[in-house]
């Protein structure tokens, strides 16, 4: 009966445990610029130019999101139901978007550091959830 109660409160230490740790990579693959300029070991400049590259690009992409929500708003208030685009349009539109920043950042970064840096931004392999969404075990 002892033993019993010490594995329960082991195991329930390691679920508080566990639960305590990050989940893994941030929210949608997105990184704060220091962590960026720690994992591809930038310099002043370039962690300052990678800043201005994304900030570019992050008010590139509110200014479509803004034009898409009028869009859609213009659409109910003609009374049709908005439709959102096909979900290969969209993968196709953060492809392009993606290849972009690449692309501005190849003047900027080693081929190292762009190495890198296309390893930390690629989607994540598998289905849904932390498991990857497989067979079980």
């Known amino acids: 009966m002892k033993g019993l109660n010490l594995l329960i409160a082991a195991l329930g230490l390691a679920a508080g445990a566990a639960n305590a740790q990050p989940p893994g990579p941030p929210p949608g693959g997105r ?13 002043a400049y370039q962690k300052g130019e990678v800043g201005r590259v994304l900030d570019e690009q992050r008010q590139a992409m509110q200014a479509e999101r803004e034009a898409q929500r009028a869009a859609r708003e213009q659409q109910r208030e003609s009374g049709t139901a908005p439709q959102p685009p096909p979900r290969d349009e969209l993968r196709a539109r953060q492809g392009a978007n993606r290849e972009q920043v690449f692309s501005k950042l190849q003047n900027i970064l080693s081929e190292q550091q762009m190495t890198k840096l296309k390893i930390l931004m690629q989607p994540p392999q598998g289905g849904r959830g932390p498991g990857g969404g497989g067979r079980p075990l």
């Open 31 to 43: 990184f704060d610029l220091d962590e960026i300029a720690i994992l591809l070991d930038l310099d």
